[in-house]
């Protein structure tokens, strides 16, 4: 039987993919640890998999990879798709197929199975990174193929001998580093917000609790004063502010696939750490900086959200990110109450609101009253001449 690897989460759809495959394959089942996994949770989910038939079942810890090679430039970067929204999942699906296509090649596997279906973006993502990283591997995707219903499904597993519970929870959670996910019966059409419980965190926390996050060439180096590997910040400013339930939001945006799309998330550290370090780098960053930042990141984003991790702009521009982050350490003070925070302020010995030079409407000292005047004169110029011309 030849080799086939597939990306097994243990839901439904993965779980039926092991039993049909494993009929005529020899399967081996991955799934890759971006955040979210317990030890015991990872145990129930290999359990699980040997139950379907695999071969064998491995689980790869890329939380370090994951923030290295992507959660890092989208902290540079401030990136927020639609202004809300901070590709919790979208972003670890690149890591995701990354690890299990290198994991294909590195057992000589001649097949490689993921259980999306053909409506959404992960079968683009998934399909993107595999048919790029490994040309010769066959791509086999069961459920898009075969149309399936989730009752066809559960339907085959018991005709297989496999009775497990498979009633479909109210709410989809998908949790990760950098995010949970959260999908219901609002979130698929427009008008309704997701119920509080649907959140997997909620308020246990009143009052007001401060917390400073410490920055060093952009990345988050401490959080109190505690210095640790910023993934391991992220999880931990992560425990602080969901009890205060804070993150909660609902994405609105455009699928790869040309539709409009709603989900729900909650990703109280992923959004405070991007908003933290946006301002930190509105006072340690020159105007330009800030300006074409902004739309490179915004470009970046999209990229990645539409699976082309690949293409070599994203090095460019990751170089680019990498760049702008000479200047923004220090610390930012940041205030978590119930369901939402705020950002007190910043100190950085790189803070370019220097009183050395000027305080904001109140004084200047590094230029005249005539010097002002001139300066104005000629800003306007353009302005005054466009007028003149064509007065008429």
Known sequence: MKKLVIAYSGGLDTSYCAVSLSKTYDVHAVSVNTGGFTDEEIKHIEANAYKMGVSTYKNIDAISTFYQKVVKYLIYGNVLKNNTYPLSVSAERIIQAIEIVEYAKSIGAEYIAHGSTGAGNDQVRFDMIFQTLAPGITIITPIRD?????????DYLKSEGIDMPWEKSKYSVNKGLWGTSVGGVETL????????????????????????????????VALNGQENVPEVNIELLNNLASAFAIGRDIHVGDTIVGTKGRVGFEAA??????????????HTLTKWQLQHKEYLSSFYGMHLHEGQYLDPVMRDIEAFLQSSQNMVSGDVVVSLKPYHFTLDGIVSKHD?????????????????????????????????????????
Do not use: C
Request: charged share 30%; no cysteine.
């Open 146 to 154: 075969q149309k399936l219903t989730r009752q066809e499904e559960i």
């Open 189 to 220: 059409k427009s008008e309704k917000p997701l119920p509080s419980e649907a959140y997997p965190s909620q308020l246990q926390k009143e009052g007001e609790e401060k917390v400073t996050l410490t920055f060093k060439y952009g990345e988050f």
């Open 269 to 282: 550290a992923a959004l405070i750490t991007v908003k933290a370090h946006h301002l930190l780098e509105k």
């Open 352 to 392: 370019l609101m220097s009183s050395a030079f000027s305080t904001y409407g109140e004084e200047n000292k590094a230029w005249t009253a005539d010097d002002a005047k001139g300066f104005i004169k000629i800003l306007g110029n353009q302005n005054k001449i466009y007028r003149q011309v064509n007065s008429k």
